[in-house]
């Protein structure tokens, strides 16, 4: 069974820096990667990785962003810089599995940017 467990979520302010972490278990992971949705809006793409470290970023993160895995411990991270608050959104880790092909999205996690 696929468990995805979601770290590194808070309050910062605009300018600021947060490292969410993403522990998966269950499956090997072909891409990992992470999305978010903002209060009244669908969710979206933030960042993907696959396993040969391809990554693949939204047009808004611009630089700022930066998404990186351990394959040998499975786990995801996105270190986002110079946030700002349309930034802010709940924040779900996303892992497709090599084994099945299904995908899988963690709980999510609150990023709140704001002064």
């Known amino acids: 069974q696929v468990q995805l467990v979601e770290s590194g979520g808070g309050l910062v302010q605009p300018g600021g820096s947060l490292r969410l972490s993403c522990a998966a278990s269950?499956?090997?992971?072909?891409?990992m990667g992470w999305y978010r949705q903002a209060p009244g809006k669908q969710s979206e793409l933030v960042a993907t990785?696959?396993?040969?470290?391809?990554?693949n970023y939204a047009d808004f993160v611009n630089g700022r962003f930066t998404i990186s895995r351990d394959n040998a411990k499975n786990t995801v991270s996105l270190q986002m810089n110079s946030l700002k608050p349309d930034d802010t959104a709940v924040y779900y880790c996303?892992?497709?599995?090599?084994?099945?092909?299904?995908?899988?999205w963690g709980q999510g996690t609150q990023v709140t940017v704001s002064s």
């Open positions: 990785i696959t396993r040969i470290g391809s990554t």
């Open positions: 269950g499956s090997i992971f072909t891409t």
């Open positions: 996303y892992v497709q599995s090599g084994v099945s092909s299904r995908e899988y």
